[in-house]
């Protein structure tokens, strides 16, 4: 009993980590090539933008 516990624990405890991983590494591969139609790729921020208007 003692040891299953101690397991559902350690799960639980690296859940959030795992996810947030999944999450960053996601984001990184993203490229203007990816870009929606109408978005540009903003350097700054690596992500797809609305293109600004003046």
């Known amino acids: 009993m003692k040891m299953k516990v101690t397991l559902a624990a ?4 690296l859940a959030p980590g795992m ?3 999944m999450c960053s590494w ?5 490229s203007a090539s990816q870009c ?6 903003d350097e700054a921020s ?3 933008i609305a293109p600004v208007s003046s």
């Not at 929606?36 to 790729?41: A, E, F, I, L």
């Open 10 to 13: 350690l799960a639980l405890a």
């Open 26 to 30: 996601e984001k990184t591969q993203q």
């Open 19 to 21: 996810a947030a991983a």
């Open 46 to 48: 690596q992500t797809c």
């Open 36 to 41: 929606q139609q109408g978005q540009t790729w």
